[in-house]
């Protein structure tokens, strides 16, 4: 009796811990890190990597997607609507921001965080008015309006911003200094051509009047060391974190129909998610998404008869072209980024892992 009493109770062990282990519900980030290599498609990331001999961040990654980039007016998006699904969760029209297809302002995931107390910021090579940042915190009706996408950073929803665009806070058509403005509300402020380590909770700091230089001008590492800034100030500030980060210039080069600029632009931005996975993979607590807005170019390899162990580049447009982006994700809830979706499906996945079913608590 003792034998069989013993091994029904070892069963009924093993079957209730069976159960709650299936019950468990998955691990939330800490932080959540979105990489958005703009006009960055499959045939950019195949042609920069062949014959690269330094470490490829992509293939790092074990979850791999692909998303369907049309906007709600054109199959062929623009990096307004492209960056405002990833923020709001809606297709809108080629140019807006923050806005639905209606025109309607909706929250943004950086405004749903800052109401759970998490940090936010962006930290990008175009100005940090440029359309894929302002998508994450502003809403206007055209990407070009940019003095008024810079005044959104007053109603404090984005703590840390990073890149060019001086002169849409000081050089404005109604005269007002916005950087005196944020600097009363809080904001440290820097404006300078050189990057300089800051410590600040909340930071706007721009080192260009627009757009920061190429690569093939001198940038440097400054994508690498402002995101590394960020991460190091939203955590030591909030804990909980969301940052946007913009290879912006992939796209620029792009549209030039221009090969080794956009090669030197996606080197850097591939050394930047290699640093962004090294401190990933150290924490346990960051989920890395690495992904476009859309493809830029129409670019493609074709064969070179005079050398067939390599390949020719060929352009299609010096637009934007309506294929597919791919999707890398690491860290708790990757593998929700599996599949082929709608470019809207990366803000739902995004909610429910930051934001459904609880959070983790800010730092005291």
């Not at 007053?154 to 849409?168: H, M, V, Y």
């Amino acid at each position: 009796m003792k034998v069989k009493f013993s091994f029904l109770l070892l069963l009924f062990v093993c079957q209730f811990s069976f159960v709650n282990a299936g019950d468990k519900k998955p691990k939330k980030p800490k932080h959540v890190i979105l990489l958005i290599g703009d006009g960055m498609g499959l045939a950019q990331i195949s042609a920069v990597m062949v014959g690269y001999e330094g470490r490829n961040a992509f293939a790092r990654f074990e979850v791999i997607g692909l998303s369907k980039t049309s906007s709600a007016d054109n199959y062929v998006t623009d990096s307004g609507a492209g960056a405002t699904v990833f923020s709001i969760g809606k297709k809108t029209k080629n140019g807006a921001i923050g806005v639905d297809s209606a025109g309607k302002e909706n929250l943004s995931l950086f405004e749903k965080a800052k109401m759970q107390n998490w940090g936010t910021g962006v930290v990008v090579t175009s100005s940090i008015t440029h359309a894929t940042p302002a998508a994450f915190y502003a809403h206007v009706a055209s990407r070009k309006s940019e003095e008024e996408i810079a005044e959104f950073l007053i109603r404090r929803n984005c703590d840390i911003a990073i890149g060019g665009g001086k002169k849409f806070f000081t050089q404005r058509k109604d005269q007002r200094n916005l950087f005196s403005e944020l600097n009363e509300l809080g904001f440290t402020i820097a404006a300078d051509s050189s990057f300089l380590n800051i410590d600040a909770k909340k930071l706007v700091y721009t080192l260009a009047e627009n757009g920061m230089k190429t690569m093939e001008q001198g940038r440097g590492d400054y994508l690498l060391k402002a995101s590394l800034l960020a991460q190091q100030n939203l955590e030591k500030y909030y804990g909980n974190y969301f940052l946007m980060i913009e290879g912006s210039q992939i796209d620029w080069g792009g549209h030039e129909n221009n090969f080794q600029y956009m090669r030197a632009e996606l080197l850097d931005f591939n050394s930047v998610i290699n640093a962004v996975l090294d401190a990933a993979k150290a924490d346990g607590n960051t989920l890395v998404i690495v992904t476009a807005d859309h493809e830029t170019g129409g670019l493609s390899m074709i064969e070179n008869k005079e050398n067939i162990n390599t390949y020719l580049v060929n352009y299609a447009t010096k637009g934007h072209s309506g294929i597919m982006v791919p999707v890398f994700a690491y860290g708790p809830g990757a593998e929700a980024f599996a599949g082929i979706y709608e470019n809207t499906a990366i803000y739902d996945k995004l909610y429910q892992l930051m934001f459904n079913n609880g959070i983790t608590k800010r730092r005291k």
